[in-house]
């Protein structure tokens, strides 16, 4: 995971990480790999304030040497009144942090330096770019706070001919050169890279928030609570009112210039105390949550839509008291012929499914969102704190993370997860359940095993491996909590869900690919003659980061 900054000052930048950090959190601070001159001259050992400083200044003879000053674009906002502007300042000091998942462990020195190597040469900063070299260090100081282990790259923008070099595109360039590195030093490969399953990510403040109160974190919470009522309705009518009944603020955004379209809608836990509400948009809590997204699981005809605007009308004129426009099946008790029913579903959905093609991801997509909506639908009921059917829930529905432009309208005559979701969310017990939930439960799982397997067939290794490791420890543990299911229902799937992640498919380990060698005597400075064009091709592209 790339992470890029600009600076100008070198000294400052090399004294921090060759420092204790802010937190004491360095330790064994060294170089893994460089400019081999200045890797020559100074070696690995642990460095010292006075070495970081030589270093620097090693780093910045070329820029210094030939007079060449190296500039960004930064936004000022005047914080009287609010005007914002910008300036010019210096940014001849590239920064970037790589670093690994704490669950990834550790790499050897070695490991880091050949993948330091390859990253500068592919982002052009050596001579393997057909200029001339920028000089540069990649420093490795200890695990971060979160126990990532990481290296530090420092790169001088002023190349030893005295040209600059280009930082234009350079982040989404090292996000692409980082994924390549990932496959060919055979590491954790990113689901949002490798498959497009990006799941949204947790801001700091909202995880200690969450740690400081000892409660969950309020977006997981928000999306557990809108994938259940969302899986659980027939129309978007009937998600309004679940949404309600689940005590959640709600509120729709209308197209622009309208109150009769509704684009989308935003989710807030009810504060306590003098808190404010924190809103969240549906694309915020997952790829899939989004009102068009969920729109394509629902009928569309003049009298759901209409029905639809008038809860979203309802939900308007005050998001704190909202009272429904009508009221449908969410406040009564279902019948109790209806878990054979459902639980027949299922079984139709997952007949339906071998003759579905692993390349058809928008299928696959509401299968796994439907499956995870109904997981989600037991846990809203029955799990006071997350627990193993709320674990179950998230790893499923990573897998319908998709993007937008893949995504399409379920098909029409396929079974669906809808009526079983709405019997767990309205009709499960707590404690050790019932018979028809065990029931329920095996086809659930039969689900989640498809989708595994779909994953396994289209090539998706590490989430499969992912999934099947979720779903060994999580459906064990339900299953204790259940029931045994009648003689003919004997043939479940927990015992598949352990082969299965017993045969998940394992990262091939690649081998390292050799750092280059280089000279260790330092460069003669010679600057070359610049044409018109050199400079326009090498010059800043003034975007600081």
């Not at 995504?407 to 359940?433: E, I, N």
Request: hydrophobic share 35%.
């Amino acid at each position: 995971m790339p992470n890029i900054t600009r600076g100008d000052r070198m000294d400052g930048l090399l004294v921090y990480l060759a420092g204790e950090g802010r937190h004491n959190e360095h330790t064994d601070q060294h170089l893994v790999a460089g400019d081999a001159a200045v890797v020559t001259m100074y070696g690995y050992d642990q460095l010292d304030r006075a070495t970081a400083v030589a270093i620097a200044h090693d780093l910045d003879e070329p820029r210094t040497r030939f007079g060449v000053e190296v500039t960004r674009t930064v936004r000022v906002t005047d914080p009287d009144t609010g005007t914002v502007s910008t300036s010019r300042v210096g940014g001849h000091v590239w920064h970037c942090s790589l670093s690994l998942r704490a669950e990834e462990g550790q790499l050897s020195d070695e490991k880091w330096a050949a993948i330091a190597e390859n990253f500068v040469d592919r982002m052009g900063f050596t001579e393997a770019s057909g200029k001339a070299a920028c000089r540069w260090v990649a420093v490795r100081h200890g695990l971060s706070g979160n126990g990532n282990d990481h290296v530090h790259i420092a790169v001088s923008l002023v190349r030893e001919d005295g040209t600059k070099a280009s930082t234009h595109n350079d982040f989404p360039r090292a996000q692409d050169t980082c994924r390549a590195l990932e496959r060919e030093h055979g590491l954790e490969q990113l689901d949002s890279r490798s498959t497009g399953l990006g799941e949204r990510g947790v801001k700091p403040a909202e995880r200690e928030r969450a740690a400081r109160t000892n409660t969950e974190v309020g977006v997981h919470r928000l999306e557990r609570t809108v994938r259940a009522a969302a899986t659980a309705s027939l129309d978007e009518g009937e998600f309004v009112r679940r949404l309600r009944q689940a005590g959640v603020l709600i509120r729709p955004r209308y197209a622009a210039g309208r109150d009769d379209v509704v684009a989308g809608y935003s989710v807030a836990l009810r504060p306590t105390g003098d808190d404010r509400p924190v809103w969240y948009g549906g694309g915020r809590l997952a790829r899939d949550l989004t009102l068009p997204r969920l729109r394509e699981g629902w009928p569309d005809s003049p009298q759901t839509a209409q029905a639809a605007v008038d809860e979203w009308r309802a939900t308007g004129k005050n998001p704190w008291r909202y009272r429904p426009a009508a009221s449908g099946r969410e406040e009564h008790t279902p019948s109790p012929e209806l878990w054979e029913q459902y639980s027949r579903e299922l079984g139709e959905l997952r007949a339906q499914l071998r003759e579905v093609p692993v390349t058809d991801r928008a299928t696959w997509a509401h299968v796994a969102r439907e499956t995870a909506g109904a997981f989600a639908a037991w846990s809203h009921r029955v799990e006071n704190t997350p627990g193993p059917l709320a674990d179950t829930a998230r790893e499923l529905s990573r897998s319908a993370h998709i993007r937008a432009h893949q995504s399409m309208p379920k098909p029409v005559r396929m079974a669906s997860a809808s009526g079983a979701a709405m019997l767990l969310l309205q009709a499960a017990t707590a404690g050790h359940g019932t018979v028809a939930e065990a029931i329920l439960f095996r086809q659930l799982g039969r689900l989640s095993v498809a989708l595994l397997d779909a994953h396994k067939a289209a090539g998706d290794a590490q989430r499969a491996e992912q999934m099947a490791q979720t779903l060994r420890e999580n459906l064990a543990v339900i299953q204790e909590r259940l029931p045994a299911a009648p003689a003919k229902e004997q043939r479940t799937e927990p015992g598949r869900v352990v082969l299965a992640e017993e045969e998940a498919v394992r990262r091939a380990q690649r081998g390292l690919a050799a750092p280059g060698t280089r000279s260790p005597l330092p460069t003669p400075l010679t600057p070359r003659p610049r044409s018109t064009a050199d400079t326009s091709r090498d010059r800043d592209d003034g975007q600081g980061r």
